[in-house]
């Protein structure tokens, strides 16, 4: 065990992966000293830098919208992009923009014949063993369409993925698996275990927690920035309800049929005996009269938004019309709304972050002051500046309950870690002495739970799955009678002792060590291939423009200087 443990490290030594990035890095010289002057409008938008050196937005684009595809792929849907995910899909871009420009300098690359197998390849697309020409035109049609991609983006995604795979395969011939490994795996999913083990809550010491004002008072002075007021805006709107364009008797049976006839799949389902069956046209016809109504009356309700905004735009002069004139001009209603924040719902409005983002990149210019159409669920609207409430530090007594709150928090967290790591001690010190489990817990009057016998692979029916899977995590490589260490829970800690485990059969493992191993060396890969990646972002001194942007802006905001300028390189989703 101990060989396999160093060779582990072997392969996340910072001088292997030297020796790993040593072609490519070489191949990175030649391609800076061969690249050409970039020029500064180039410059200001570059994504980020690789040893200095701007990287175009519109590789880092290509980058985000691949990793946004593959992570589409892989859940079967278009993913929703939160802004944590959002985060995750940029550094995903950057290993994925790495990762590529190693590959290329390697010499790496895929034909169209590899790209075109790859695709005929692909499960999805097969139908009784066969690539099906009209699986992929409809896959083509209705999942990349849905995520606004064209048929020559996926190619180029396939291409991409199999030269990423070639550069896997590369790393991949510096994992090994030893069987030692293989039979430690093994155990541990296979053998038996029962187990015994406490919960400490929050809950349970919560009447022992207890602070006073100064203690208070010392939190907040402490953390004043975690008690910061956001910035606010309040907007007026104009709306543009779906429902008011919604016209279901504009669609006639002719039209109908046809988008029936041409999108004749998404009625297709597989029945008995793997026979596609499609629903008859009189069966759907009325669901598919109020769907293309709803997506007509969507089409419209956002044309005539672009239209509004279009009429407040200022003339040569620099003259403009006010907001409130043009509404009134159309007989539209201009709207008031409440006071809220960039990452909060907006009150009384059926809308996503897209309003939040767009009302606080306004300004009270002539240029800047309203916005572009922007969709709710069920209307589009276009907004205009009214009133921004900059963020600010309150007082301690505008938030004492808050920062009492928060102390007590902090107090209760400290109470419950050193409570249980002097049960944890107390308890290890007991079971030295030759005491049992429950024995030595008992002092603390904190129920012993014991397990029935279950094994790892098939795990255990119980109410809390997530408290047992952290047991389960911790018991791996304990023998019988050794003591779990203190085990971070939701709501507290627990505390484990392994009461006996019994080797599993080995006549099982001669079966399955096979599997077992590529399950073990294809885990090892992946880790390898992504910590490659992060070496070479790390060697290549990358910087993300992104990031600054956005500390520049804050910084500005906060010290009122100036205005920001309201574009932004963080979205690389591209049409």
């Known amino acids: 065990m101990m060989f396999i443990s160093k060779f582990n490290k072997l392969i996340r030594n910072k001088y292997i992966w030297s020796g790993f990035a040593f072609i490519v890095i070489l191949s990175f010289v030649a391609w800076q000293t061969n690249t050409g002057g970039i020029s500064e409008e180039e410059t200001k938008n570059a994504a980020g830098k690789l040893d200095g050196k701007p990287v175009p937005a519109a590789e880092m684009r290509s980058a985000y919208f691949n990793s946004y595809l593959y992570m589409s792929l892989m859940v079967g849907r278009p993913l929703k992009v939160t802004p944590r ?10 290993r994925r923009l790495i990762a590529l420009r190693g590959a290329q300098e390697a010499r790496l690359s895929s034909s169209p014949e590899e790209v075109v197998a790859a695709i005929q390849q692909q499960p999805f697309f097969q139908e009784k063993g066969q690539f099906s020409r009209a699986r992929y035109v409809a896959f083509v049609q209705q999942f990349l369409a849905n995520l606004r991609a064209t048929e020559n983006q996926f190619e180029d995604h396939i291409r991409q993925e199999i030269i990423m795979s070639k550069a896997r395969l590369m790393l991949a011939q510096a994992t090994w698996v030893a069987p030692l490994e293989v039979e430690e795996v093994y155990h541990q999913l296979y053998d038996t275990f029962v187990v015994s083990y406490v919960l400490l809550t929050r809950d349970d010491l919560e009447h022992t927690v207890k602070v006073t004002d100064t203690e208070t008072r010392a939190y907040f002075e402490a953390h004043t920035n975690d008690f910061t007021i956001p910035a606010k805006m309040r907007v007026k709107y104009v709306s543009f309800p779906f429902a008011r364009f919604l016209d279901e008797g504009a669609l006639d049976e002719a039209d109908l049929r046809s988008y029936y006839d041409e999108h004749i799949e998404e009625f297709t389902t597989r029945g008995t005996g793997d026979l596609l069956s499609a629903r008859s046209f009189e069966e759907v016809e009325d669901t598919l009269r109020d769907q293309l109504a709803r997506e007509a009356a969507d089409v419209v309700a956002g044309d005539q938004a672009a239209d509004f905004e279009v009429t407040l735009a200022p003339d040569r002069k ?72 900059d963020a ?147 060697a290549h001194k990358f910087e993300d423009a992104a990031y600054k942007k956005t500390a520049v802006k804050d910084d500005s905001e906060e010290s009122d200087e100036k205005d920001t300028d309201s574009e932004s390189a963080d979205n690389y989703i591209v049409d």
Request: no cysteine; proline share 4%.
């Open 85 to 94: 995910v959002e985060e995750a899909l940029k550094h995903m871009a950057w």
């Open 318 to 389: 620099g003259q403009a019309p006010s907001f409130e004139t043009v509404a009134r001009t159309v007989g539209l209603a201009v709207t008031t709304s409440a006071v809220f924040t960039l990452n909060g719902s907006v009150p009384g409005l059926q809308v996503g972050l897209d309003f939040n983002k767009a009302a606080f990149t306004l300004r009270p210019t002539p240029d800047d002051y309203f916005s572009h159409p922007v969709r709710g669920s069920n209307a589009y609207y276009v907004l205009a500046f009214d009133e921004k409430i």
């Open 392 to 538: 600010r530090v309150p007082a301690y007594d505008e938030v004492r309950a808050e920062a009492r709150q928060a102390a007590l928090e902090l107090a209760g967290s400290n109470k419950l870690a050193q409570t249980a790591e002097s049960i944890h001690q107390t308890v290890a010190d007991a079971l030295q002495r030759g005491k049992t489990f429950a024995q030595a817990i008992r002092p603390y009057r904190l129920e012993v739970v014991t397990t029935d016998p279950f094994a790892v692979r098939t795990g255990l029916d119980v109410e809390d799955k997530d408290t047992f899977f952290e047991l389960t995590k911790k018991i791996l490589f304990l023998n019988a009678g050794e003591l779990t260490d203190v085990i971070p829970v939701e709501g507290g800690v627990m505390i484990g002792r392994v009461d006996s485990r019994i080797m599993a059969d080995r006549t099982l493992l001669a079966s399955i060590k096979n599997d077992l191993s590529q399950y073990i060396r294809k885990r090892r890969e992946d880790l390898a291939f992504r910590e490659w990646q992060e070496y070479l972002l790390t």
